[in-house]
């Protein structure tokens, strides 16, 4: 089982639309977790931090299920400017783990 | 602040030959990272350091070796390369967690090599 999980996609919607991507992982000790932005043949780029309360930025809202080990990322009134990859990273101490990424199409 | 910058962005060697790919940073971070990236498979991490003069295997260290013999650079080389080392190459830097979401890591825009 691979450390952090993903739905590889692709996720096409329209925009204007809500999406939904969700994250396993299986290191119970993990301590941080974020999710960052990958544009084609770009460095990954941070999104937000993930805490256990929830935390908002404008159209993006992520939420931690530490007992059921899961992260979410919810993109409200998606926009074209929001295709790109989405991925889940579980840290510890020193390392991050990062998922395979989920692929986001919002179509016109 | 230029933030983390890789040199060079694009090289192609045949195999066995060798080179280093290099890692700057001036955030002043403690922690560097070399990791790879290939299709299907996510950011995988060859090696690590936690400071200066350290370093430490990731997940995919075989056929790289690493040094950080200044704060600031973090050297990743490849001493006979081959095929299966042709991918994107990231590096990243941090500092150590001083609290939620403060241990974010920071990308350099990566290095694509091609092994013939």
């Known amino acids: 089982r691979k450390e952090v999980e993903q739905d590889p996609g692709p996720f096409n919607v329209p925009e204007g639309a809500t999406v939904a991507f969700n994250c396993t992982y299986s290191?119970?000790?993990?301590?941080?977790f974020f999710w960052y932005r990958q544009d084609c043949r770009k460095e990954p780029k941070l999104l937000m931090s993930?805490?256990?309360s929830g935390n908002e930025d404008g159209r993006f809202t992520a939420q931690l299920n530490r007992a059921s080990q899961y992260i979410s990322l919810l993109i409200r009134d998606s926009k074209l400017s929001d295709s790109a990859t989405y991925l889940c990273?579980?840290?510890?101490?020193?390392?991050?783990?990062f998922g395979t990424g989920t692929r986001l199409k919002v179509l016109a | 602040n230029a933030g983390v910058t890789q040199t060079p962005k694009f090289r192609v060697l045949k195999t066995g030959q060798s080179m280093t790919l290099l890692c700057a940073q001036d955030m002043n971070h403690e922690y560097m990272y070399w990791y790879r990236q290939d299709p299907g498979m996510g950011l995988r991490l060859i090696h690590y350091?936690?400071?200066?003069?350290?370093?430490a295997k990731g997940e995919v260290p075989d056929g790289y070796n690493v040094s950080r013999l200044k704060k600031q650079n973090f050297l990743l080389g490849l001493e006979s390369a081959a095929p299966s080392q042709t991918s994107v190459y990231f590096c990243?830097?941090?500092?150590?967690?001083?609290?939620?979401?403060?241990?974010?890591?920071?990308f350099g825009p990566g290095t694509r090599l091609t092994v013939l």
């Open positions: 290191n119970s000790a993990s301590q941080s």
């Open positions: 350091s936690v400071g200066e003069g350290t370093t």
């Open positions: 990243a830097s941090k500092n150590p967690g001083q609290g939620l979401g403060t241990d974010t890591q920071y």
């Open positions: 993930v805490y256990s």
């Open positions: 990273v579980v840290a510890g101490t020193y390392k991050y783990i």
